[in-house]
């Protein structure tokens, strides 16, 4: 992988995603060893010209590496099995992730997935699957900022054949990742329905203790909200804030069913919310309240959830309807402007992960996680308001040039460390032998057949 020491990005629309949302027309930006030493919004003239490498951008829209709060990377190789399906995630999805998820399958699947990210401007995700060791090795080896969070139930898993076996793997895991440059392992129960009190806590206890994020899917399903209100009278978040476990350490996917006093204790806790809309409403569960979130200033980021439910792990089409659907829901035109979902997409999702004072916006002194637009496709033209530009016309084709703490990832749509056609024959093969299953026949699935 290319690692240029300093980088000049000239003749750029750089949106810096900085406190007061400055925009450059025909501005500069310079990275140094990794990070960002200036930007500006005219031409910058180095004094040093030596070991620098200028990209032109020419014209098009320079912007902070989006952020991926919430994933399942190594489902890669499952996208659009048994879409739409009832109860899918106990009928479906369980049975066959015991049938199939190997270490070597969450690597490849996961290297697939993060092809997937770079091409859409993705730098920065937080992951939460099983075999989070191989799923590291992937991210090393694209080279993408990542949150890995393993992920921890009440049976037994592909990776755990005791029933919260995912505490132990996730020890072992972080002590082995956890000074690693751009990987932060993390703990992930999955669900307070499929993780009791006890064993909560003693995620919530892990994860203090070795000073690494924890994750999960919270106030996400009918079903869970209906349990605890029956089991406790409350919903998931007041319980699991009555355990403790809430904090600043804390990533919680979805967050559909939240009245006030969970969006309370959620501002309250400093917890990060990952919203995932085209996952939400694509099984038709509800729409999360986070307008009225970011209004109480809950930290809010954009995420793809897995690749089974999303189905894509694209952010730019996200964005679309991030905002379209938060409109219609409100019939106001108004209730999720462009700016405020690019927000979420970059410095708010760094805010959700509390690496805000690292990445997430173009100001120096932070890493260089940057991504360049093309905007020579005929939906990219012409920009009055970028932001709009971005939100309801942008999509991966026009994503040019990615880079991570200044190394770039991507150029001109190339990805030239990463053998594209050996991910995809690996992925081959696995798909193949998911066809053969004979679980998919048991679950009605024939339509399924090999294909090149
Ligand atoms: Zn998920």
Redesign the pocket.
């Known amino acids: 992988m290319e690692t240029p020491q300093r980088i000049l990005i000239k003749n750029a629309l750089i949106l810096t995603m900085n406190a007061r949302k400055d925009v450059f027309y025909g501005g500069s930006l310079l990275t140094e060893g990794g990070k960002i030493i200036r930007v500006e919004p005219g031409e910058i003239v180095p004094e040093d010209v030596r070991n620098l490498r200028v990209i032109d951008a020419r014209g098009g829209i320079v912007m902070p590496g989006m952020i991926n709060t919430?994933t399942?990377l190594g489902m890669s190789f499952f996208r659009s099995l048994a879409d739409d399906r009832k109860d899918r995630l106990r009928k479906v999805l369980f049975p066959l992730e015991k049938a199939v998820v190997t270490d070597d399958l969450v690597y490849w699947a996961s290297l697939h997935s993060l092809t997937e990210m770079i091409q859409g401007g993705v730098t920065t995700v937080f992951d939460?699957y099983y075999f989070e060791e191989a799923v590291a090795r992937a991210a090393d080896r694209a080279g993408l900022r990542a949150f890995l969070g393993e992920t921890v139930v009440d049976s037994p898993s592909p990776d755990s054949p005791e029933p919260y076996g995912g505490i132990a793997y996730a020890r072992k895991f972080i002590k082995a990742w956890k000074d690693h440059d751009l990987i932060t392992p993390a703990v992930a129960p999955h669900a307070p329905y499929t993780v009791d009190g006890p064993h909560m806590i003693e995620c919530r206890d892990l994860a203090r203790s070795e000073g690494v994020p924890m994750t999960l899917?919270l106030n996400e399903m009918p079903f869970e909200m209906e349990q605890f209100q029956k089991e406790y009278g409350t919903s998931p978040v007041v319980r699991l804030d009555e355990l403790g476990v809430l904090d600043e350490g804390v990533v919680a996917?979805h967050c559909i069913f939240t009245d006030q006093r969970d969006r309370e204790i959620l501002k309250e806790r400093g917890v990060g919310v990952a919203h995932n809309m085209a996952a939400n409403i694509k099984a038709a569960k509800g729409v999360a309240a986070v307008p009225e979130m970011l209004e109480l200033g809950i930290p809010v980021g954009l995420g793809s959830?897995?690749p089974m439910?999303g189905n894509t792990q694209d952010l730019l089409s996200l964005m679309g309807t991030v905002s379209q659907v938060h409109k219609l829901v409100r019939l106001d035109p108004q209730a999720m402007p462009p700016s405020a979902v690019v927000e979420m997409a970059t410095i708010g999702g760094a805010r959700a992960l509390h690496i805000d004072g690292i990445t997430g916006s173009l100001e120096p002194g932070k890493r260089a996680d940057i991504v360049i637009m093309d905007h020579s496709s005929p939906a990219m033209f012409p920009v009055y308001d970028p932001y709009s530009v971005l939100v309801y016309g942008a999509s991966p084709r026009d994503v040019d040039t990615v880079m991570v703490e200044g190394r770039i990832l991507m150029e001109n749509r190339k990805i030239p460390h990463l053998d594209m056609s050996e991910i995809r024959s690996r992925g081959q093969e696995f798909y193949q032998k998911i066809c053969a299953l004979p679980a998919l026949n048991e679950l009605g699935l024939q339509a399924v057949r090999p294909q090149n």
């Open positions: 919430h399942h939460m899917h996917a959830d897995g439910s």
